[in-house]
């Protein structure tokens, strides 16, 4: 299982071609701002816990409630690595999956994917999906971003003021109202195309997520119980993490005519409230 290892003056980061995940970024003068579980395992077939797991062609259990594996194929698969460039400090990673691949029943159709993940002062994710077949596809697709907190419990999330957002855990659908903040499991998916502040008072930081091509922002922490639950998630790790995704799932799935691409981007920076000595 192969990954490239970025070191330069301007950030710190790895990139595994399984799944064409991302498991570290560390821009120079940070903190780390990717979170990787110390219990992750590598293996084939299975899903590195951290990172930023790409979830294509559904999301979860898919819009049908019934697809498997959870959020589907593409992360548990060895993506092609096409290109690296390196300028200034700041190096691309380029990998590409079609159906050559990767081919499940549950989404019989030609495709191509290619992630584009670029380390330097920011990380900047690119998706683009293209339909490769004669026939239209649906899918869902998420960039599924686990950000290192310094404590979940005391962080909150500003942008998602007055979003719409299914809750999972009590299948409901509610609006949002001030930040996000989190004193017990939080999963939700909120149709917003905004993008979101994380604020970080124990690493006196702030970490923006800025996005494009994505109606979907999905936030996550598994808190204790679902932690204890979990064997590749430490038991107190849920203090460590928030996850803050950008896609597009749910009815905001995306469909494409044969020949049609659709791009989804995001942004992460991060920036010090530590007054300078
Ligand atoms: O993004 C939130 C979520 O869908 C949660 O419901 C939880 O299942 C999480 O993803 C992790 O999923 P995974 O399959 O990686 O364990």
Redesign the pocket.
């Known amino acids: 299982m192969g990954s490239l290892i970025v070191d330069t003056p301007v950030a710190i980061g790895r990139i595994s071609d399984h799944g064409a995940q991302v498991l570290q970024w560390q821009p120079s003068g940070a903190e780390p701002v990717i979170w990787l579980s110390s219990h992750a395992v590598f293996a084939r077939d299975v ?1 590195i ?1 951290g990172g930023v ?1 790409i979830c294509f062609p559904w ?2 259990a898919g819009r049908s409630g019934a697809m498997s594996p ?2 589907g194929f593409a992360r548990l698969v060895t993506w092609p690595c096409t290109a690296t460039t390196e300028q200034d400090g700041m190096v691309a990673v380029e990998h590409v999956l079609t159906q050559e691949q990767a081919v499940d029943p549950q989404f019989p159709y030609r495709y191509r994917m290619t992630s584009t993940a670029s380390f330097g002062d920011e990380l900047t994710l690119t998706l683009l999906v293209e339909n490769t077949d004669a026939t239209p596809f649906s899918f869902e697709v ?1 960039l ?1 971003t686990y950000l290192a907190v310094g404590d979940a419990s005391s962080v909150s999330i500003v942008g998602l003021e007055g979003a719409e957002y299914h809750d ?1 855990l009590l299948d409901r659908h509610v609006v949002q109202a001030g930040p996000v903040i989190f004193d017990g499991e939080v ?1 939700r998916v909120y149709s917003s195309t905004s993008d979101v502040i994380l604020r970080d008072p124990a690493l006196a930081r702030s970490v923006t997520i800025a996005k494009s091509g994505s109606a979907s922002t ?1 936030v ?1 922490n ?1 808190w204790v119980d679902k932690s204890r639950a ?1 064997a590749d998630f430490g038991d107190e790790e849920w203090r460590d993490m928030v ?1 803050v ?1 950008t896609g597009n799932v749910g009815d905001r799935a995306i469909t494409l005519h044969p020949g049609e691409a659709h791009e989804m981007k995001v942004i992460v920076s991060v920036s010090s409230h530590r007054p300078t000595s």
């Open positions: 899903a816990r797991p999301f979860g959870a959020h998420a599924h999972k999963d999905i996550w598994p979990m996850c995704e």
